[in-house]
């Protein structure tokens, strides 16, 4: 089993930054692959990032790239999610997630064993 809690959301204006982090606790946090998600209101959750068990490797969606970071520490048990330069179309709950079958990046929703609860980003105009 793995718990995941995600922190950081609120309200930002265009332009503005956030940092999400997802603290886990359960297994041990260095076997397995973190990836976040997104979902806004009456849409399909979509990949925004992941990175994997050592941090050594990343991967993210074409309309974060160059804007957000992901990263890990796995002293800490966390990874954390940089959000620069953000844009209305950036708002929606975030949710981080668990690949604890592979250990390298993974981008879709059926690859993730365990989700956070999410947390909300609004990005005002």
């Known amino acids: 089993q793995v718990q995941l809690v995600e922190s950081g959301g609120g309200l930002v204006q265009a332009g503005g930054s956030l940092r999400l982090s997802c603290a886990a606790s359960?297994?041990?946090?260095?076997?397995?692959?973190i990836g976040w998600f997104r979902q806004a209101p009456g849409r399909e959750r979509n990949f925004v990032a992941a990175i994997n068990w050592s941090g050594g490797s990343t991967y993210y969606a074409d309309s974060v790239k160059g804007r957000f970071t992901i990263s890990r520490d796995n002293a800490k048990n966390t990874v954390y999610l940089q959000m620069n330069s953000l844009k209305p179309e950036d708002t929606a709950v975030y949710y981080c997630a668990a690949a604890v079958r592979e250990p390298g990046v993974v981008t879709t929703t059926r690859g993730y064993d365990y989700w956070g609860q999410g947390t909300q980003v609004t990005v005002s105009s």
């Open positions: 359960g297994r041990t946090f260095s076997n397995y692959a």
